[in-house]
């Protein structure tokens, strides 16, 4: 299993908001920032939030990141129907010397 | 523009050695990490490991240490994921990638296309 834990899948319809959670311990998102991915089917993973709340050039305001001690969520605002997809947290874990997955949440728009 | 293209999909039978590639362009090639991550069929992400193409320092997520070989040639901007013999448990998408900031391992915004590698008698 993922060092990362996340809810396998969740839903929403459009227009809603729906948040992602990911949880770790302290010698990964207690002790570091938190990056989150989203991967649309059949393509590679793609940057979405970077320093636990940072959006790259190019991400909707729609999604955000935050942290609170050793857990993590993404929360996604006015749900789209391209928003459908596998989201997946990572974090560097001090015990492991390397970055860590969770499991991956598989969002479904209803 | 700042891509990493990866070698084609490979159909190997166990026991055999593969190695495939991951060439960057676009940006200096040998000062930033390239890591590399495992997606086994209708599965999750996982990190196999990272490789510094400038001197070489390879580190190996505890799951594949052994398992795997990362290599890099940075005259030609090139990465290397290899097996010496392949099980079917290896059959899985593999990706390169690049992380956004020069000398750092966590937030990876260029990714390759993939490697569709199968391994099957």
């Known amino acids: 299993q993922s060092v990362l834990t996340q809810t396998p899948s969740t839903s929403g319809t459009p227009g809603q908001r729906v948040t992602i959670s990911c949880s770790g311990s302290?010698?990964?998102?207690?002790?570091?920032?938190v990056i989150w991915y989203q991967q649309l089917p059949g393509t590679a993973p793609k940057l979405l939030i970077y320093?636990?709340?940072q959006r790259p050039s190019g991400v909707p305001d729609r999604f955000s990141g935050s942290k609170s001690g050793t857990s993590a969520s993404l929360a996604i605002s006015g749900l789209q129907s391209e928003d459908e997809a596998a989201y997946y947290c990572?974090?560097?874990?001090?015990?492991?010397?390397?970055?860590?997955f969770g499991g991956g949440t598989k969002l479904t728009v209803l | 523009e700042v891509q990493l293209v990866q070698s084609g999909a490979q159909v190997k039978k166990p026991g055999e050695s593969l190695k495939i590639s991951c060439k960057g362009s676009?940006?200096?090639?040998?000062?930033?990490?390239i890591g590399w991550v495992r997606q086994m069929p209708g599965k999750g992400l996982e990190w196999m490991g990272l490789?510094?193409?400038?001197?070489?320092?390879?580190r190996y997520s505890p799951s594949f240490r052994g398992q795997v070989t990362l290599s890099a040639d940075k005259s030609i901007s090139t990465a290397y994921l290899q097996w010496s013999r392949l099980k079917a448990s290896d059959t899985a998408m593999y990706y390169c990638?690049?992380?956004?900031?020069?000398?750092?391992?966590?937030?990876?915004?260029?990714w390759g296309q993939g490697t569709m590698v199968i391994v099957s008698s």
């Open positions: 990638a690049r992380p956004s900031t020069v000398g750092t391992t966590d937030a990876f915004d260029i």
């Open positions: 676009g940006y200096i090639f040998s000062t930033y990490w």
């Open positions: 490789i510094y193409p400038g001197d070489s320092d390879t």
């Open positions: 302290s010698s990964n998102i207690g002790g570091s920032t």
């Open positions: 320093d636990t709340d």
């Open positions: 990572a974090a560097w874990d001090d015990s492991l010397r390397g970055p860590v």
